[in-house]
């Protein structure tokens, strides 16, 4: 077995910048404002904090407080509080989703890089061209060059381990980060025409609302908040118990919100700016970034530098969530069979590079090759992010209230914060609100894919 002292993380600010950076990823920059334009602009936004601050402070919660009152990655923390099958299907469910999750992002990754790449060699123009994209992800040898590229960088930073590699990487990103959507963001809002998208984005319009704004801003918060993903279960195994659970949980939960917000000031405005105020220019979904954005800022004052500092910040961004589902991975991988760091970061490099090739070659010489009519890639997502996270939210939500019970977590939080400020929002949430939530989002996103329903 063995038999290695446990990282931890330095204190607060290591936890809350690394669980922020698992958060903050491509989810945040180019998911949340497509989505925030199709589902109603301001109103999305609206009901998205109030879920933020209700469904996702529950989760993370929950999660951060099982993973430090267990001092184990999610398999070793649910069976903790039982091995029959509940607590046992729980555990391996966030403990593959991570393993599934990080070869496919991987090789999103790995587009981003390429990107970036252009645009410092100054190919913005032929970036620009509606056919690079779509030419790109077909070449399977390219898409795979990068992709391996991208795996690399995460596999070097994972190898370090918790304080020296993945603290000291968030401590010197998540800044950057930060620095980088300010410049953008204000650069975005002063173009000509550009107010109007920013009254779209911020101002809430009850008019826009359905019931689609709910199910997609509860499924946008998966994405955002790194839930059910067992990631915050193994960043909370770190945790010290000194540091304040409900106080970094809400620091996550503003550092998340605000990056999110930023993305969507980011690029609505741009593209309002850009389309003369054509909303419908923001539906393209995850063309945006490689196809919209690039047009855009090919039509801008110093667009090549723009599409610098954007593709430099999506990249961070991508960085540090990849770097927390592999460092998931390692930890499940070190706790339940006894592997060192470096024999697990090997092993789930290789993972990454099989499952991820499949990704790669899903839109060029695998495209012949589909499942339930989804290239590869899509079909990780679907499987991963519509299927298994709301099963494994579900499977916590059950931990909680059934095996570990809800007062173990509440003494967790009142062992280092000495009071529970929103225990009765903790509590309504995750008996009642939290499993319907879930439930619904699995019901209508498996009907979508089999045509049941229109989101």
Same mark, same amino acid.
């Given at each position: 077995?063995?038999?290695?002292?446990?990282?931890?993380?330095?204190?607060?600010?290591?936890?809350?910048?690394?669980?922020?950076?698992?958060?903050?990823?491509?989810?945040?920059?180019?998911?949340?404002?497509?989505?925030?334009?199709?589902?109603?602009?301001?109103?999305?936004?609206?009901?998205?904090?109030?879920?933020?601050?209700?469904?996702?402070?529950?989760?993370?919660?929950?999660?951060?407080?099982?993973?430090?009152?267990?001092?184990?990655?999610?398999?070793?923390?649910?069976?903790?509080?039982?091995?029959?099958?509940? #607590?046992?299907?729980?555990?391996?469910?966030?403990?593959?989703?991570?393993?599934?999750?990080?070869?496919?992002?991987?090789?999103?990754?790995?587009?981003?890089?390429?990107?970036?790449?252009?645009?410092?060699?100054?190919?913005?123009?032929?970036?620009?061209?509606?056919?690079?994209?779509?030419? /790109?992800?077909?070449?399977?040898?390219?898409?795979?060059?990068?992709?391996?590229?991208?795996?690399?960088?995460?596999?070097?930073?994972?190898?370090?381990?918790?304080?020296?590699?993945?603290?000291?990487?968030?401590?010197?990103?998540?800044?950057?980060?930060?620095?980088?959507?300010?410049?953008?963001?204000?650069?975005?809002?002063?173009? #000509?025409?550009?107010?109007?998208?920013?009254?779209?984005?911020?101002?809430?319009?009850?008019?826009?609302?359905?019931?689609?704004?709910?199910?997609?801003?509860?499924?946008?918060?998966?994405?955002?908040?790194?839930?059910?993903?067992?990631?915050?279960?193994?960043?909370?195994?770190?945790?010290?118990?000194?540091?304040?659970?409900?106080?970094?949980?809400?620091?996550?939960?503003?550092?998340?919100?605000?990056?999110?917000?930023?993305?969507?000031?980011?690029?609505?405005?741009?593209?309002?700016?850009?389309?003369?105020?054509?909303?419908?220019?923001?539906?393209?979904?995850?063309?945006?970034?490689?196809?919209?954005?690039?047009?855009? /800022?090919?039509?801008?004052?110093?667009?090549?530098?723009?599409?610098?500092?954007?593709?430099?910040?999506?990249?961070?961004?991508?960085?540090?969530?990849?770097?927390?589902?592999?460092?998931?991975?390692?930890?499940?991988?070190?706790?339940?069979?006894?592997?060192?760091?470096?024999?697990?970061?090997?092993?789930?490099?290789?993972? *990454?590079?099989?499952?991820?090739?499949?990704?790669?070659?899903?839109?060029?010489?695998?495209?012949?090759?589909?499942?339930?009519?989804?290239?590869?890639?899509?079909?990780?997502?679907?499987?991963?992010?519509?299927? *298994?996270? #709301?099963?494994?939210?579900?499977?916590?939500?059950?931990?909680?209230?059934?095996?570990?019970?809800?007062?173990?977590?509440?003494?967790?939080?009142?062992?280092?914060?000495?009071?529970? &400020? &929103?225990?009765?929002?903790?509590?309504?949430?995750?008996?009642?609100?939290?499993?319907?939530?879930?439930?619904?989002?699995?019901?209508?996103?498996?009907?979508?894919?089999?045509?049941?329903?229109?989101?």
């Amino acid at each position: 077995m063995n038999n290695q002292k446990r990282g931890s993380f330095t204190g607060k600010l290591g936890f809350v910048l690394s669980a922020a950076g698992a958060s903050v990823g491509l989810g945040n920059i180019w998911r949340f404002p497509y989505l925030a334009a199709k589902y109603g602009g301001g109103i999305f936004l609206l009901v998205y904090i109030l879920l933020a601050l209700t469904f996702g402070y529950t989760m993370i919660i929950a999660e951060t407080a099982i993973g430090r009152a267990t001092q184990k990655s999610p398999v070793g923390a649910f069976r903790t509080y039982g091995k029959d099958f509940a #607590p046992t299907f729980g555990g391996w469910i966030n403990a593959i989703i991570p393993i599934l999750i990080c070869p496919y992002y991987s090789v999103i990754g790995g587009w981003v890089c390429k990107y970036l790449f252009e645009y410092i060699r100054g190919n913005e123009s032929t970036l620009a061209q509606e056919s690079f994209f779509g030419a /790109f992800i077909s070449n399977g040898f390219s898409t795979e060059l990068w992709f391996v590229v991208f795996v690399l960088m995460i596999l070097v930073v994972i190898f370090f381990g918790v304080e020296n590699g993945i603290e000291r990487v968030s401590k010197f990103m998540m800044p950057v980060l930060v620095v980088l959507a300010l410049i953008i963001t204000v650069y975005s809002v002063t173009r #000509p025409g550009a107010l109007a998208g920013v009254k779209y984005f911020l101002i809430p319009n009850p008019a826009n609302f359905s019931w689609m704004t709910v199910i997609s801003a509860m499924g946008q918060m998966f994405y955002s908040l790194s839930i059910a993903m067992g990631i915050l279960i193994t960043f909370g195994s770190y945790m010290k118990k000194d540091v304040s659970i409900e106080g970094s949980t809400m620091q996550v939960e503003v550092f998340d919100t605000a990056i999110a917000i930023l993305a969507g000031m980011m690029i609505i405005p741009a593209v309002f700016s850009f389309s003369g105020g054509d909303a419908s220019a923001l539906k393209a979904g995850p063309s945006l970034m490689f196809i919209t954005m690039p047009k855009i /800022f090919a039509g801008m004052d110093f667009g090549r530098i723009i599409g610098i500092l954007f593709f430099a910040l999506v990249l961070f961004a991508a960085l540090t969530s990849a770097i927390a589902l592999t460092e998931c991975a390692v930890s499940v991988f070190s706790d339940q069979f006894g592997w060192s760091r470096t024999f697990g970061t090997v092993l789930i490099g290789v993972i *990454m590079l099989a499952l991820g090739t499949l990704s790669c070659l899903g839109y060029g010489p695998l495209s012949f090759i589909t499942i339930l009519g989804m290239p590869f890639l899509d079909f990780f997502d679907f499987l991963t992010n519509s299927v *298994m996270m #709301p099963i494994s939210a579900l499977m916590i939500c059950l931990l909680v209230t059934r095996y570990m019970g809800i007062e173990k977590v509440e003494e967790e939080v009142v062992q280092s914060d000495h009071t529970f &400020r &929103r225990r009765g929002v903790f509590r309504f949430m995750i008996r009642t609100l939290c499993p319907v939530f879930v439930v619904l989002i699995l019901v209508s996103s498996v009907a979508n894919v089999f045509g049941w329903i229109s989101m």
